[in-house]
C-alpha cells in the first residue's frame, strides 16, 4: 500500500513537473531542435537580452502588474472595509454577489465586453484610437479589485471589532484608527491580496488581449503573437525566467508567511 | 445648588430598530464615585455605558459632562476612557506601545511618554513587561495593560464593561481589591458594568439595578440589599422569600396566614404588597415558640451554613442555619421585626422568590430563556 501511494505522488509530480523540466532543459540547448539536445548552451538567454521589442514588452507587463496591482490593493481594501461595515443584510449581499460575477464570468466574456466599452467610450469622446495602456490598466484593476477585497473580508472577521473603538476612546479620530489599528491588523490579508493581483495581472492574456491597442504589448501577448510564426527557443528561455521569477515570489511569501505564523505560535506559548 | 454631578444622563432613551434598549434613563454621578450599573444580560447596562462613551447615540434625551451637553462629541473628544470587556489590546503593539497609545495620539514628548509609562508599569505590578507581546501575556496581566492604557490619559470618567468577566474567581477578587486601591488613589469616578452582584455590592459606593432597559432602582449596597424597591431586586441581589401579603396598618403586615409586626410604615390601610424575607434572618425555633410551621423539603449542605427549603402552607421558603435538618422534619420558623421587609406591588410581583422549583438547572435554564427574549 505504502509504494502504490509513493509511486502515485511521484506520478503527479512527474505530471505537474516535467512539462516545466523539459522547458527548462530545452532553454539551455545550443541546437534549435525540439527533439535532439545539442549541448549546453545559454545563446538563447543572450538572444533575449538582445531582442529590444522583448524587453519592451517585459517592461511593459512589469509596470502594468505593478500598478494595477497597487490601485486593486487600495481601491479593493476600502471596498472590503466598507462591505464589512454595511449595517443592512442585503445590502452586503448584494455587495457581494456583484463582487464574485467578474470572478466567476469567462475571461473573455470580460475582455469583450471591456473592449466594448471601452471602444464605445472612446468613441463618444471622439477618439480614434483608444485602447492601449489606459485601457488595460483599467482592465487589470477591475478583474484584480475581487481578489484582493475576498483576501481582506476574512482577517476584517477576524480583527476585534472593540480594536476600533478602543483607539477612538484613547483619542483617535476613526480616520486614525483605521491606520492605527486596523489597517495593522489585516495587512496580511491585504499583502496577499496584493501577491494574488500581481500574479493575475502578469500572467493575464485573454482580457489584455482584448483591451490592448497596437502600441502596447505585453509579454502574454507577445509570446501569443509570436507563436503564431514559429516558436524559437528564446521563448523557452523567457518562460523559464518568468517561472524562476514566480517561484522566488512564492518562496517569499511563504517565509513570510511562516514567519508570522512561528511568531504568533512563539506568543501563544 | 453647586453642580457636582460629573455625568449626569437625562431622560436617555434609546431605540433600535423599534425596540426600547433603554427607556428614560435619569442618572447622576457624583465626582469620585464608583457606581456600578448592576443587571442580567440584555437589561441595557452596557448600552448605558456605550452612550456615556459616546459610540451609541440617544434617540432622546441629553448627556450631560460637568453641566454641560456632549450628545454630539464623538468618543475621541471626551474626557472619559473606557476599559473593554475582552480588553481589545492592540495586537500589534507591545505592552509599552499600547499603554502609550493614547499619549502619542495627544504627541506627548518621547522622553515625557517613556517616564509615565514607566510610572504605569509599576503602578499595575508589570516592571519589566515593557517588550513582551499582548498575546504572551495571561488574563490578569492582559487585565492590567488594559487598565494601564486607559487611566495614563488621566480621564475624568473611567468606564468599565465586565472588565473581571473573563478571570477566574480567585484572580477577579484580587483585581476587585486592586481597582477599588487604583480609585481611591487616583480619585477618578469609575463607572462600572457587571452582571456580577456580590461584586457590585462589595466593590461600589453606588448600586444602579437595571432591567429591561430601565432603572429599577438607585442606592448604596446596604439599600439595595435591606430595602430592595421591589421583587425584581430583591431576588436579583441575593436569595430572597418573596410573599404576597397585606399591610393591616403602620407596622403591622399579615402573610402565610398570620400577623407580623414589622418596621415599615406610610402604606395604605390594608393595601395589598410584596414582603421579602431574607433567607438568613429566619430563625428555626422550638414549635412551641414558632411563629410559623412548616417541613423540611430539601437540605444543601454548603460549607458555611445549610441551605433548606420548607415548605409552609403550600409556599417553600428558603433559609439558612447552621443547624442540620432533615427531610420530613417539623420544624418553627421565627422572624424579627427587622427581617421584614414590605415593598409596593410592581410589574414583578409573584414572579420571583418562591423556591417550590428550585434547583439550580432549573434556575440555569429560566436564565437562557431571559437572555433569549
Given at each position: 500500500m505504502k509504494h502504490i501511494s509513493r509511486i502515485y505522488t511521484a506520478l503527479v509530480m512527474v505530471f505537474l513537473y516535467a512539462p516545466i523540466a523539459v522547458m527548462v532543459v530545452y532553454s539551455f540547448n545550443a541546437s534549435r531542435s525540439t527533439s535532439v539536445f545539442g549541448g549546453f548552451s545559454l545563446k538563447w538567454y543572450a538572444e533575449l537580452l538582445n531582442d529590444s521589442s522583448t524587453i519592451e514588452a517585459l517592461e511593459n507587463t512589469l509596470v502594468l502588474a505593478v500598478l494595477s496591482s497597487l490601485v486593486a490593493t487600495v481601491?479593493?481594501?476600502?471596498?472590503?472595509?466598507?462591505?464589512f461595515s454595511m449595517k443592512k443584510k442585503w445590502a452586503k449581499t448584494a455587495a457581494m454577489t456583484v463582487t464574485n460575477i467578474p470572478m466567476m464570468n469567462p475571461d473573455i466574456v470580460t475582455g469583450i465586453s471591456l473592449m466594448l466599452l471601452f471602444v464605445f467610450v472612446g468613441q463618444m469622446v471622439g477618439s480614434k484610437n483608444s485602447l492601449g495602456f489606459g485601457t488595460m490598466l483599467i482592465a487589470h484593476i477591475t478583474f484584480n479589485l475581487p481578489y484582493?477585497?475576498?483576501?481582506?473580508?476574512?482577517?476584517?472577521?477576524?480583527?476585534?471589532?472593540?480594536?476600533?473603538?478602543?483607539?477612538?476612546?484613547?483619542?483617535?479620530?476613526?480616520?486614525?484608527?483605521?491606520?492605527?489599528?486596523?489597517?495593522?491588523?489585516?495587512?496580511?490579508?491585504?499583502f496577499s491580496g496584493l501577491m494574488m493581483a500581481f500574479t493575475l495581472s502578469l500572467d493575464d492574456f485573454v482580457i489584455s488581449y482584448?483591451?490592448?491597442?497596437?502600441?502596447?504589448?505585453?509579454?502574454?501577448?507577445?509570446?501569443?503573437?509570436?507563436?503564431?510564426r514559429r516558436v524559437t527557443p528564446d521563448m523557452y528561455a523567457l518562460s523559464t525566467l518568468i517561472f524562476l521569477s514566480v517561484l522566488l515570489l512564492l518562496i517569499l511569501s511563504?517565509?513570510?508567511?511562516?514567519?508570522?505564523?512561528?511568531?504568533?505560535?512563539?506568543?501563544k506559548a | 445648588m453647586t453642580n457636582e454631578n460629573i455625568v449626569e444622563l437625562k431622560n436617555i432613551t434609546v431605540t433600535f430598530d423599534g425596540e426600547k434598549i433603554l427607556d428614560r434613563i435619569n442618572l447622576a454621578i457624583k465626582d469620585k464615585e464608583f457606581v456600578t450599573l448592576l443587571g442580567p444580560s440584555g437589561c441595557g447596562k452596557t448600552t448605558t455605558l456605550r452612550v456615556i462613551a459616546g459610540f451609541v447615540s440617544p434617540t432622546e434625551g441629553d448627556i450631560l459632562f460637568d453641566g454641560k451637553a456632549v450628545n454630539h462629541l464623538p468618543p475621541h473628544k471626551r474626557q472619559v476612557n473606557t476599559i473593554f470587556q475582552r480588553y481589545a489590546l492592540f495586537p500589534h503593539l507591545n505592552v509599552f506601545e499600547n499603554i502609550a497609545f493614547g499619549l502619542r495620539v495627544k504627541k506627548v514628548p518621547e522622553a515625557e511618554i517613556k517616564k509615565q509609562v514607566t510610572d504605569m508599569l509599576k503602578l499595575v505590578n508589570l516592571s519589566g513587561y515593557e517588550k513582551r507581546n499582548i498575546a504572551k501575556l495571561s488574563g490578569g496581566q492582559q487585565q492590567r495593560v488594559a487598565i494601564a492604557r486607559a487611566i495614563i490619559n488621566r480621564p475624568k470618567v473611567l468606564l468599565l464593561d465586565e472588565p473581571l468577566a473573563a478571570l477566574d474567581l480567585k484572580l477577579r477578587k484580587d483585581m476587585q481589591v486592586e481597582l477599588k486601591n487604583i480609585q481611591k488613589s487616583l480619585g477618578i469616578t469609575f463607572i462600572f458594568v457587571t452582571h456580577d452582584q456580590e461584586e457590585a455590592?462589595?466593590?461600589?459606593?453606588?448600586?444602579?439595578?437595571?432591567?429591561?432597559?430601565?432603572?429599577?432602582?438607585i442606592g448604596t449596597p446596604q439599600d439595595i440589599y435591606n430595602e430592595p424597591k421591589n421583587a425584581f431586586v430583591a431576588d436579583f441581589i441575593g436569595e430572597s422569600n418573596i410573599l404576597d401579603g397585606v399591610m393591616k396598618e403602620d407596622f403591622l403586615t399579615s402573610f402565610s396566614g398570620r400577623e407580623?409586626?414589622?418596621?415599615?410604615?406610610?402604606?395604605?390601610?390594608?393595601?395589598?404588597?410584596?414582603?421579602?424575607?431574607?433567607?438568613?434572618?429566619?430563625?428555626?425555633?422550638?414549635?412551641?415558640?414558632?411563629?410559623?410551621?412548616?417541613?423540611?423539603?430539601?437540605?444543601?449542605?454548603?460549607?458555611?451554613?445549610?441551605?433548606?427549603?420548607?415548605d409552609i402552607g403550600g409556599f417553600k421558603w428558603m433559609i439558612q442555619t447552621t443547624d442540620e435538618q432533615k427531610v420530613g422534619d417539623k420544624v418553627g420558623l421565627y422572624i424579627e421585626p427587622?427581617?421584614?421587609?414590605?415593598?409596593?406591588?410592581?410589574?414583578y410581583s409573584g414572579m420571583y422568590g418562591d423556591y417550590s422549583t428550585f434547583s439550580d438547572e432549573i434556575e440555569h435554564l429560566s436564565d437562557l430563556e431571559e437572555d433569549e427574549n
Open positions: 481601491l479593493g481594501t476600502l471596498s472590503a472595509v466598507g462591505i484582493v477585497i475576498l483576501s481582506v473580508l476574512p482577517k476584517l472577521r477576524q480583527t476585534d471589532h472593540h480594536l476600533a473603538e478602543a483607539a477612538q476612546d484613547l483619542g483617535c479620530t476613526p480616520f486614525m484608527a483605521f491606520f492605527k489599528v486596523i489597517l495593522p491588523s489585516i495587512m496580511p490579508g491585504v482584448f483591451t490592448t491597442g497596437p502600441d502596447f504589448q505585453t509579454l502574454p501577448i507577445k509570446i501569443f503573437s509570436m507563436t503564431k511563504n517565509v513570510a508567511q511562516a514567519r508570522s505564523e512561528k511568531r504568533r505560535e512563539g506568543a | 455590592l462589595s466593590m461600589s459606593d453606588t448600586v444602579v439595578v437595571m432591567n429591561e432597559g430601565v432603572i429599577q432602582q407580623f409586626t414589622c418596621l415599615d410604615s406610610g402604606f395604605a390601610r390594608n393595601e395589598r404588597v410584596d414582603i421579602v424575607v431574607r433567607p438568613e434572618d429566619v430563625d428555626i425555633v422550638p414549635e412551641k415558640d414558632a411563629m410559623l410551621l412548616g417541613e423540611v423539603t430539601s437540605v444543601t449542605f454548603l460549607g458555611v451554613h445549610y441551605e433548606i427549603i420548607v427587622d427581617a421584614i421587609h414590605v415593598m409596593k406591588k410592581s410589574k
